[in-house]
């Protein structure tokens, strides 16, 4: 499975973008996806999860209420909607995925088998 990220830039304060995550080479509908996040100097950490067939959606604390998943599986793609975004979401955002990842471990980098590239998402004050 390949992932490609895609849908980051600059954005002030209060803004929205969308994250998209195009999966090929598999039938990553099947696959739980996650996004994860890494600002300089920080370790990478879980944002969110869509777990696989769609049967459940997950979201770090930080971004509950602002940030939502949705899949296209017809697109074979992944959405990251952000909202009311502020100057700490900033970071490198990674689409990730795997058909192995259990309940317990889905906020875990180390769970997810493939990931995409990274697309930078910068918000201004």
């Known amino acids: 499975v390949q992932l490609q990220a895609s849908g980051g830039g600059l954005v002030q304060a209060g803004g929205s973008l969308r994250l998209s995550c195009v999966s090929s080479g598999g039938t990553a509908r099947s696959y739980t996806m996650g996004w994860f996040r890494q600002a300089p100097g920080k370790d990478r950490e879980f944002v969110a999860a869509l777990w696989r067939g769609s049967t459940g959606t997950y979201y770090a604390d930080t971004v509950k209420g602002r940030f939502t998943l949705s899949r296209d599986n017809a697109k074979s793609t992944v959405y990251l909607h952000m909202g009311s975004l502020r100057p700490e979401d900033t970071a490198v955002y990674y689409c990730?995925?795997?058909?192995?990842?259990?309940?317990?471990?889905?906020?875990?980098?180390?769970?997810?088998?493939?990931w995409g590239q990274g697309t930078q998402v910068t918000v201004s004050s």
């Open positions: 990730a995925g795997s058909n192995g990842v259990i309940l317990s471990t889905l906020r875990q980098s180390s769970a997810y088998a493939y």
